[in-house]
């Protein structure tokens, strides 16, 4: 059984960082895609950044130059390193691997922008 663990979201001024991580444990073979995503109040979900095994990488136009995405493969853990963080980033932030050729899920983390 495959499960992802989000952690590291809570409350931040406008302005401030944050940083989260998502680590993968169980009966992993192979991790091909790490990724984040983010859901905001009465908002469809939507993808944040993802990183493939091959270090290729994608960032939303929205975040591009405020947040880093990067893995630890060793420890099967993504990070998102958020920084100058607006009130918009308000949102349940999301790790999805895709491994051993499924996709899996963590159960978000919730951040919020606010003064």
């Known amino acids: 059984q495959v499960q992802l663990v989000e952690s590291g979201g809570g409350l931040v001024q406008p302005g401030g960082s944050l940083r989260l991580s998502c680590a993968a444990s169980g009966s992993i073979f192979n991790i091909y895609e790490m990724g984040w995503y983010r859901q905001a109040p009465g908002k469809q979900r939507e993808l944040v950044a993802r990183?493939?095994?091959?270090?290729?990488?994608i960032y939303a136009d929205s975040v591009k130059g405020r947040f880093t995405i990067s893995r630890d493969n060793p420890k099967n853990t993504v990070y998102l390193q958020m920084n100058s963080l607006k009130p918009e980033d308000t949102a349940v932030y999301y790790c999805?691997?895709?491994?051993?050729?499924?996709?899996?899920w963590g159960k978000g983390t919730l951040v919020t922008v606010s003064s």
């Open positions: 990183i493939t095994s091959g270090v290729s990488i």
């Open positions: 999805k691997m895709r491994l051993n050729y499924n996709d899996y």
